[in-house]
């Protein structure tokens, strides 16, 4: 790579075009576009009416708070007044009160569902429903005896799937750095990688773009573009799309990051097949990188020692910590005293 850029374009023994022929590059990047459109198979991600099950069902415990996670702005599990012991066991009479962070739950709260079996469901969940809620059941085992009351707790955490992207950077031979042909060319590289990974519900966008001068190994000074894009791929479950793993977010993430090396790839393997001068601007070859990002909102984090159930969910920051922004942990803070902080 440093020979090829040493020789500023003399690589291949080719003389370089000035900037009247950087036109060349743009269309050599929507040819390399349509060749790699017309190989890669389509990703079809299709609305289904299908909704995810409910199913689940969580069963208390009386010697440890239990924890729950719900998905924010789905419903939760069939959360039950019971423990493992009474599930299987007929109970008589039995009452059931559930209370949580804001008091008394009622089923006339269009989000809450109780059933008569005390079985609680908490439709549309969000940030501020979480935390502590608890069962009170009353019941008899046999009809002649006294009441029994058993008090069953339930730590309930909103958690979201993390946001994840890839960062790309990417490094182009440029046109003088007060030349505007730096620009036009950003954007049309923008556009062309936009709609390489449109199909796959996927997004590119512009993070930053400099130019700078670059004292070449035994050379002089040249022009070089430094890009920074970022990949992200929309969030089909919300959106009801399909469910198939073709349309799996990670997978089509991964499979736009497999067509963006191609592109690249591929723009070097025409380059040097060419007996074209070389364009103003151009890739490169070796200065490529994609790198996996994870983040979580801003009150979310990732932490699989305090959630073992859930560990790669960004899980609401519990009181005594917060996370003010896109990170990935929630941080401590002692004086932080609600779910979801996002200052100290």
Request: glycine share 6%.
């Amino acid at each position: 790579m440093a020979a090829q850029r040493a020789a500023g374009g003399g690589a291949h023994g080719r003389p370089r075009a000035t900037a009247a022929a950087m036109g060349g590059a743009g269309l050599l990047l929507l040819g390399l576009l349509i060749v790699l459109l017309q190989a890669a198979p389509a990703v079809q991600c299709l609305r289904s009416a299908e909704s995810r099950s409910n199913s689940l069902k969580i069963v208390g415990s009386i010697l440890f708070p239990v924890k729950v996670y719900v998905k924010l702005d789905h419903s939760s599990p069939h959360i039950l007044c019971v423990t493992n012991r009474l599930r299987n066991s007929e109970l008589i009479d039995p009452v059931f009160r559930w209370n949580g962070p804001s008091g008394y739950l009622s089923s006339a709260n269009s989000s809450v569902q109780i059933s008569p079996t005390g079985t609680l469901i908490l439709g549309h969940f969000r940030s501020d429903l979480s935390g502590v809620y608890t069962c009170s059941l009353v019941y008899k085992l046999i009809a002649a005896q006294p009441d029994k009351r058993l008090t069953i707790k339930y730590h309930i955490y909103a958690y979201s799937d993390p946001q994840y992207y890839y960062e790309l950077t990417v490094q182009y031979h440029a046109a003088p750095c007060n030349s505007f042909h730096n620009t036009s060319f950003g954007r049309a590289l923008l556009q062309i990688l936009s709609k390489l990974v449109a199909d796959l519900s996927c997004e590119v966008s512009l993070i930053k773009s400099e130019c700078h001068h670059v004292k070449m190994q035994r050379g002089g000074l040249q022009s070089e573009m430094f890009f920074k894009f970022s990949v992200t791929c929309l969030d089909t479950e919300n959106n009801k799309l399909c469910r198939q793993s073709a349309c799996d977010k990670p997978h089509r993430l991964h499979k736009a990051k497999d067509l963006i090396e191609r592109f690249f790839k591929r723009e070097v393997e025409i380059r040097k097949k060419s007996t074209e001068p070389l364009p103003e601007i151009y890739y490169i070859e070796g200065t490529l990188q994609m790198v996996w990002v994870d983040r979580c909102y801003p009150g979310y984090g990732i932490n699989a020692v305090r959630h073992p159930d859930c560990p790669e969910c960004c899980v609401i920051c519990s009181p005594r910590s917060y996370n003010p922004s896109n990170g990935i942990h929630c941080l401590q803070c002692d004086t932080s005293l609600i779910y979801g902080a996002t200052t100290c």
